[in-house]
C-alpha cells in the first residue's frame, strides 16, 4: 500500500484529523526526520501551557534513542500538563520515586493476575458484549464492543459498581480533553477525586480483591501509599486503561475487516492473532505522539535541540520506518517480526500493554467464536465514511459489519 503518489510533492498536516496523518508522517521521516517545528495545533490550549519551543521526532532509530535516554529526554513536566488534571502521576516520575511506584503498581498488574482476570473478568465481559449483538446480524462494532469491552473491564477490576459505567466513559473522555477544552478536564478531574476517595476509603476499612485494594494495601519502603497517590494513579489508570485498548482493538478489527483474506487467516489460525495484534499497533499506532522536554543540549540529526526544549516523541511514524519495515504502510500479519515502539519504551513504557494485549486476544477469540461470515459494510446508508480517524488519537469512527450467529 502506497500512501502517496508523488513522493516529492510538499505535504502538511490535515487540522481537522479527517485525513491520515501517516502521509506527513512519511514525507517528514525522509526531509526533516528531525523537524523544528509543531505538531500539534495550540490555540485551544491556555498561552501558560503553551510550549515555547517544540521540536519532533519522526525516525524509529531518533525515537528509540530519545526513549532510552530518560535523562536528557524527562517527562517531569507531564505536572504542568496532565498533571493538572491526573496529579503527581507515574508518567512525570523519574530515577528512584519512579522505580519505587512503578515497581509497587506493577504487582496489580503481574502475571499472575492476569490469568486470574482472564476467565474470571475479561472472557465473561467481552462474551457477554458479543452474545448480546450475535442474534441481530448487523451491528456497529465500535458501539456495541470496541469502546463497551475496556469500560467493563477496568471497572470490574477496580472493583467498582457497573452503575457507574456511564460516569466514567464521560469522565475519561473529559480528562484526555485537556488540550481543546481544561476546564473539562478540571471537572471531571475533581468529580473523581471525590469519587474515588470514597472508594480507598472503604478499602481502608475492610480490604478488597482488587486493583484499589492492591494499592491500599501497598507499601513503599514501608509506608503505604497517600491517599493522593492511589487517586493520582485511578485518575491516570481510567482513560489510558480505557482509551489504549479501545483504539487499539478498533483499529484492529477495521484493518482485518478491510483486509479480508487476512481475516479468513485468523479465523482459521487463532495462533495468528498474537502477530495479528502486533502488527496492528504497528499499523496504526492508537497513540501516535508522547510529550519529553530536554534537560540540556541535544544532538540529533545533525541538529542541535536545546535544553527546555519540547519534544514530541511519534511512535506512529517510528511504527512505519521503511528502513525498519519494508513496504511499511501494509498490514500484514505474515510479515518478518520487528518489534515496534506502540507502548512507547525506557522507563515509561506502557504498564497496561500485557493487559490491553490480553483483552484484545480475548476479545476477538470471543467474536470469531460467536459470528460467522463477519464482513464490513463499505457503505452503511449514512453517508459518512469508516475510517480511522485523529492525529494524536487515532481509532475508527465507526464498524457496521454483519454476520451470521456460530452454529
Not at 519551543?53 to 500538563?81: G, H, P
Not at 468529580?191 to 501497598?218: M, P, S
Not at 511499511?328 to 500493554?353: K, P, Q, T, V, Y
Request: a negative charge.
Amino acid at each position: 500500500m502506497t500512501l502517496r503518489t508523488d513522493p516529492d510533492e510538499p505535504v502538511t498536516l490535515d487540522p481537522t484529523g479527517e485525513t491520515s496523518p501517516y502521509i506527513f508522517f512519511e514525507y517528514m521521516r525522509r526531509t526533516d526526520p528531525v523537524w523544528h517545528g509543531a505538531f500539534m495545533d495550540h490555540d485551544q490550549m491556555p498561552e501558560e501551557l503553551r510550549p515555547g519551543d517544540e521540536w519532533v521526532l519522526f525516525a524509529y532509530d531518533d525515537v528509540f534513542r530519545a526513549f532510552r535516554d530518560d535523562r536528557v529526554f524527562t517527562s517531569a513536566e507531564y505536572d504542568k500538563t496532565i498533571g493538572l488534571v491526573m496529579g503527581h502521576t507515574i508518567l512525570a516520575m523519574g530515577g528512584k520515586e519512579h522505580h519505587d511506584h512503578r515497581s509497587l503498581v506493577a504487582k496489580a498488574f503481574r502475571a499472575t493476575a492476569l490469568e486470574r482476570w482472564e476467565p474470571s473478568v475479561i472472557g465473561p465481559v467481552c462474551d457477554r458484549l458479543i452474545d448480546e449483538i450475535k442474534d441481530e446480524g448487523h451491528a456497529d462494532l465500535v458501539k456495541a464492543l470496541t469502546f463497551e469491552f475496556p469500560t467493563r473491564i477496568i471497572s470490574e477490576l477496580l472493583g467498582l459498581p457497573r452503575e457507574d459505567l456511564d460516569m466514567f466513559r464521560r469522565l475519561s473522555l473529559d480528562l484526555i480533553s485537556i488540550p481543546t477544552d481544561i476546564m473539562a478536564g478540571l471537572t471531571a478531574a475533581n468529580e473523581l477525586h471525590g469519587y474515588f476517595l470514597d472508594q480507598v476509603e472503604q478499602r481502608r476499612r475492610k480490604l478488597t480483591n482488587d486493583i484499589i485494594g492492591d494499592l491500599v494495601a501497598a507499601e513503599i519502603d514501608g509506608e503505604k501509599l497517600t491517599d493522593e497517590a492511589i487517586i493520582a494513579f485511578l485518575r491516570l489508570l481510567l482513560p489510558a486503561g480505557l482509551e489504549t485498548t479501545y483504539r487499539s482493538s478498533g483499529n484492529l478489527l477495521y484493518l482485518l475487516l478491510t483486509h479480508p483474506e487476512q481475516l479468513a487467516m485468523v479465523r482459521q489460525d487463532r495462533s495468528l492473532i498474537a502477530t495479528a495484534i502486533e502488527e496492528g499497533l504497528r499499523v496504526e499506532t492508537p497513540l501516535t505522539m508522547v510529550m519529553r522536554t530536554t534537560t540540556e543540549d541535544v544532538e540529533m540529526g545533525g541538529k542541535t535541540i536545546p535544553a527546555g526544549a519540547q519534544v514530541d516523541i511519534c511512535m506512529g511514524t517510528a511504527n512505519r520506518d521503511e528502513s525498519r519495515w519494508p513496504d511499511s504502510n501494509a498490514f500484514d500479519i505474515n510479515r518478518e517480526r520487528h518489534a515496534h515502539i506502540a507502548f512507547a519504551g525506557g522507563i515509561h513504557m506502557c504498564l497496561g500493554m500485557h493487559l490491553a494485549r490480553l483483552e484484545t486476544r480475548v476479545m476477538l477469540n470471543s467474536l470469531l467464536d460467536r459470528v460467522e461470515d463477519l464482513a464490513f459494510v463499505a457503505d452503511d446508508g449514512t453517508g459518512k465514511e469508516s475510517k480511522i480517524i485523529g492525529h494524536t488519537f487515532r481509532s475508527p469512527n465507526k464498524l457496521p459489519v454483519t454476520f451470521t450467529a456460530a452454529s
